[in-house]
């Protein structure tokens, strides 16, 4: 059923479709940005930036269109997810620490888009995510078990660096930066330290003026591309992931 003006409306953040057969934009889904009155009263017309593709719209165009061309899609988008659509950036780079409650639920909610057409993988290592069970939870001799999530012992556990115990992938405050972590380089196999660090407290609220510097931090310093565990960006840029909370955007 489509929207109507002052009866039924969507608001920012709301998943919409456009469901006037005779529109070009026809099937175009995607996310509410504003809404906007027409003159003498005549009603109002939505702008939504699209999360799938057509024959005469791309993932991330903006289209406004009148409201009673539009109905709900019939779900609600998370506040992650509707980072990584309104930024652009690939479900390969997820805003959510991997391993969290809020990881997994952002790849379920995704896939569910995905399956109803109204999302257009980036790239195709993010459709195969897509097409993956990550984010679905099994059973296993009566414990819970995330499925297609490996957990590499490269990664996770203990291991020795200068003769110490230490444990891999977990960062700590301290150290000759703001922070540091131990990582098994891939290429010798060998523990390494990793120090980073950036005024993290001062990015963590839920204020403008943090998510604008969580933006600029993750913009200047290309956060979607790091994916090296091993260097000091990776790490400074999920800062927030491991010593705040999972919140949307970069450091």
């Known amino acids: 059923m489509p929207y109507q003006s002052h009866t039924w ?10 469901v006037n057969t005779g529109c ?18 005549a009603g109002k017309t939505v702008t939504y930036q699209c999360t799938n593709a057509g024959p005469s719209w791309d993932v991330g165009t903006c289209l406004t269109k009148t409201m009673d061309q539009l109905a709900p899609l019939g779900m609600y988008i998370e506040e992650g997810l509707r980072w990584h659509l309104r930024e652009r950036v690939s479900l ?5 620490r991997p ?10 909610q995704a896939r569910s888009l995905y399956r109803a057409g109204a999302y257009s993988p980036l790239s195709e290592s993010e459709e195969d995510l897509l097409q993956s069970d990550l984010g679905d ?5 009566g414990h819970p078990v995330p499925l297609d999530f490996p957990m590499q012992r490269s990664e996770l556990g203990e291991a020795k660096y200068k003769g110490k115990e230490v444990e891999l992938g977990k960062p700590k405050k301290g150290g000759d930066g703001k922070a540091y972590v131990y990582v098994r380089d891939p290429k010798s196999g060998n523990v390494k330290k990793v120090s980073f660090g950036s005024s993290m407290p001062d990015a963590m609220g839920d204020s ?10 993750g913009d200047r310093h290309n956060c979607s591309d790091k994916d090296d565990r091993t260097k000091a ?10 010593f705040g909370r999972d919140i949307p955007g970069w450091w």
């Open 9 to 18: 409306e969507p608001i920012p953040g709301d998943a919409v479709e456009n």
């Open 24 to 41: 070009k934009h026809f099937g175009s889904r995607g996310l509410v940005l504003s809404i906007q009155d027409l003159d003498a009263d």
């Open 92 to 96: 390969e780079s997820p805003v959510y």
């Open 99 to 108: 391993g969290t409650v809020e990881y997994f639920e952002l790849f379920r």
């Open 137 to 141: 939870i099994a059973m296993f001799e």
């Open 208 to 217: 403008d003026a943090a998510r604008k510097r969580r933006k600029a931090f």
């Open 233 to 242: 960006g990776y790490w400074a840029c999920r800062a927030t992931k491991f």
